[in-house]
């Protein structure tokens, strides 16, 4: 209960004074970079043997970095631009992490945009990329990072939200076809209750990220490319919206006991090999989970082909719809010396590393093909489709302010208890409470 | 001998000089210098990273700063007021019930051992060894271990099970059990650190003290109550603010192990993701200023109630 005797209290009262007196004083040192080279471009070089430098690259890849596959993208790169020493930078707690370093100048060279940065503010922390125009042209995602016209960062990946499944145990249940809506996901889930003994759903509840990834449901549930623009302007909750249907699908997985059984220990690590073993069945997840899982496999010495990948059980004029989106994007700091090694890692990475193979993940590029493990999709004819992003700063500005935090744990950690009745109250109530939040708070964010 | 008295002898001296010359008061600035010089390091590290930091902290709170954005707007009092308007932002408090209760325990189990290992019993320095480890332990790495200790089929079930009790109850699971749970672990971690003081202030007390208790015919209990309890008020009043303003503050456990999650949400947790999840800087450093304000009056209060007066046993 007590902290140590380091926070004697007696000195407390000191503080007080101390600060009221200091606080005056140290005003002016608050802020962080006063930013003033805005809006500056880092340019593609133009001869790759000449360009040089040493340029830090941020990444929250920890396990590529300490397994050696990084140094390999650096060999390789190195072939095209000799003079450029690529050192990384890997941040287990990313935003966090550098949304402090960010009050500084030294956020490294390369980084990953963070949430925290409001899309606006872009120009000032980092450096463009080229027009928008010009941009989209041969990538994907570049309206995420656009802000008056210039694209300041780039994803290396495309990732679709989905449910990360193990074949084996869904055929051991009776299943064949992929679900068309959630009534019959959760019949197919009673059914691997049932029939097997696996856990027919894996929350990941106190790993907490994991849980966020149910808000990107949204545009899939409907097939619509303006799900975001809604987010901004309407309410997210109404009866019928995406993520109402979503949120009443985990609500009713749980209540009905379709989840794991305590959820607050669940093992995020744990679950990996356990889903690859068949000891769990589902979650819900995306595209970027499926390299890891099969790795899981291979570890655990079982068949990393029982890895299955389905889309949310909602069909749009008789289709799946998944969405794809931008993992984190990368740029370069406004602030470093190297802006061209840095353009020139940021290029090589997307277009030339292979990194979106290793991952099995889907492309940047417009007209590269998908992946193997998404061929399943290509047979069920699931349309893909991206969001338009022209409102997420905004929507981001209406989730802070509103504290709901629909890309935040909490939200589904609160659904969660609800449904096992660890909290009271209805559903309706529940996501009424998050429209009364989130329609107040539209209000007092204006464009 | 005569007496003379003290003032009506000479009083200048031939060798000393005369006031006021240099040597004389450098000697006399060192000397008020010197302690300053030994301070210079603790005081440096200390306006660094506790003054300067709180004043910032202070600052910000009259602000709309996000935490990374270049520019910031003054709001006055308005985070103060939305903190002291906003029903919400106090709720938390109930939990810190959990931890207050806890340290109740905690403070008499401290004593309880403390008393019986500070008279001669075997084994003493080893119990004394096992009471004080949690203490050494760092708080992340306890929170994970009870992780696994309140896991489903975990360390705890197992336990049970040894006794024979097969519960099948999630202890993370609902609010009040997770509550308690959590605040369990706290009394683990911190009991070492309450036993220790109360041993310090306990083997303070002369021995003979007790000696002359058993001739006049004390047991055990009176020589606790009439010699002990007395012999160790400071350190009591002290160790029972201390626990006070720990549970109001509780944060490192309960963000561990749950996360805030399951109604375990503590003030400080409550703070840390206004200021880390919905980046609003500055309504978090308001509330931690409101935090601190309530600490330093409940404090005052406790001194109100428990005036510190020494105590003269002998």
Redesign the interface.
């Known amino acids: 209960m007590n902290r140590q005797l380091n926070r004697h209290t007696n000195r407390r009262t000191v503080q007080v004074l101390a600060t009221v007196a200091g606080a005056a004083l140290l005003l002016p040192g608050c802020t962080g970079t006063g930013a003033s080279t805005k809006g500056a471009d880092a340019e593609a070089p133009a001869d790759p043997a000449k360009v040089s430098g040493t340029i830090t690259v941020l990444t929250v890849r920890t396990d590529l970095v300490q397994d050696g596959t990084m140094k390999k993208y650096a060999a390789e790169f190195n072939k095209t631009y000799p003079k450029v020493k690529v050192e990384f930078q890997a941040l287990t707690n990313y935003e966090s992490e550098i949304k402090i370093r960010m009050n500084t100048d030294d956020y490294g060279d390369v980084l990953l945009i963070p949430a925290v940065i409001k899309k606006d503010d872009y120009p000032k922390f980092f450096a463009s990329l080229g027009t928008a125009a010009e941009r989209s042209k041969k990538y994907r995602f570049t309206e995420f990072t656009t802000v008056g016209g210039k694209v300041y960062g780039q994803s290396p990946v495309g990732v679709m939200p989905g449910f990360v499944y193990n074949k084996r145990v869904w055929k051991e249940a009776g299943v064949t076809q992929w679900p068309t809506t959630p009534a019959e996901f959760l019949t197919d889930l009673k059914a691997i209750k049932a029939k097997t003994d696996a856990v027919p759903y894996y929350t990941n509840f106190a790993a907490q990220w994991p849980l966020t990834s149910w808000t990107y449901v949204d545009g899939s549930v409907h097939c619509d490319p303006q799900a975001t623009t809604k987010l901004a302007a309407g309410d997210p909750w109404a009866a019928g919206s995406d993520l109402r249907v979503g949120d009443t699908l985990l609500y009713d997985i749980v209540k009905q006991g379709l989840a794991e059984k305590d959820p607050t220990t669940s093992n995020w690590e744990e679950s990996k090999p356990r889903t690859a073993k068949g000891e769990i069945a589902t979650q819900w997840l995306g595209t970027w989970a499926i390299i890891q899982f099969q790795d899981a496999a291979k570890k655990a010495g079982v068949n990393p082909d029982d890895i299955g990948f389905m889309p949310f059980p909602a069909q749009t004029d008789g289709a799946y719809c998944a969405t794809v989106g931008p993992d984190y994007n990368q740029a370069v700091n406004v602030h470093s010396p190297h802006k061209e090694a840095a353009r020139a890692w940021i290029d090589w990475f997307t277009d030339k590393s292979g990194y979106d193979k290793d991952n099995l993940a889907i492309s940047p590029l417009k007209d590269a093909a998908m992946p193997e493990v998404l061929k399943p999709y290509e047979t069920a004819g699931v349309r893909l489709i991206e969001l338009d992003d022209a409102a997420g700063a905004k929507v981001k500005l209406i989730d802070d302010e509103s504290e709901v935090g629909i890309y935040k744990p909490e939200y589904r950690q609160d659904l969660v208890d609800l449904a096992r009745g660890a909290k009271k109250g209805s559903l309706d109530d529940f996501l009424g409470g998050l429209t009364k939040k989130w329609t107040g708070a539209q209000a007092n964010v204006g464009d | 001998m005569t007496h003379t008295p003290l003032h009506a002898r000479p009083r200048t001296h031939p060798h000393t000089p005369a006031r006021g010359t240099p040597a004389r008061s450098t000697h006399k600035a060192w000397r008020l210098l010197t302690p300053w010089l030994f301070l210079l390091a603790p005081l440096a590290l200390l306006i660094t990273f506790?003054?300067?930091p709180?004043?910032?902290?202070?600052?910000?709170s009259f602000?709309d700063?996000?935490?990374?954005?270049?520019?910031?707007h003054y709001t006055g009092a308005g985070n103060y007021t939305e903190i002291f308007t906003r029903e919400d932002l106090f709720q938390v408090f109930w939990v810190s019930g959990y931890?207050l209760a806890?340290?109740v325990i905690?403070i008499v189990a401290a004593l309880y051992f403390a008393t019986i290992l500070s008279f001669n019993i075997r084994f003493r320095n080893f119990f004394k060894g096992v009471l004080f480890f949690p203490s050494l332990v760092n708080g992340v790495a306890i929170g994970f271990v009870f992780?696994y200790f309140?896991?489903?089929r975990?360390t705890f079930d197992t336990v049970l099970g040894l006794f024979g009790y097969h519960t099948d109850h999630?202890?993370?699971?609902?609010?009040t059990s997770?509550n308690v749970s959590l605040a369990g672990v706290?009394?683990w971690r911190?009991l070492g650190?309450?036993f220790v003081l109360f041993l310090g202030a306990i083997q303070s007390i002369p021995g003979e003290l007790y000696e002359a208790a058993e001739l006049d015919g004390a047991g055990r209990w009176h020589q606790f109550r009439y010699i002990i309890l007395p012999g160790i008020k400071p350190v009591l009043t002290?160790?029972v603010?201390?626990?006070v303003?720990?549970?109001l503050?509780?944060f490192e456990i309960p963000y561990i192990m749950?996360?805030?999650?399951?109604?375990t949400e503590t003030f400080v947790i409550q703070t840390v993701?206004?200021a880390?999840?919905?980046?609003?800087t500055g309504l978090a450093s308001a509330a931690a200023v409101v935090l601190?304000?309530i600490?330093?009056l409940v404090?005052w209060v406790q001194r109100r109630l428990v005036p510190d007066d020494r105590v003269d046993l002998v």
Do not use: C, H
């Open positions: 506790t003054y300067a709180i004043a910032n902290m202070v600052a910000y602000t700063w996000d935490g990374v954005s270049p520019e910031l931890y806890a340290s905690q992780l309140f896991q489903d975990g999630a202890w993370l699971g609902t609010p997770a706290s009394i911190y650190m309450n002290l160790t603010i201390l626990s303003s720990g549970s503050s509780a749950t996360g805030g999650a399951t109604g993701k206004l880390f999840q919905f980046n609003k601190l304000l600490i330093l404090t």
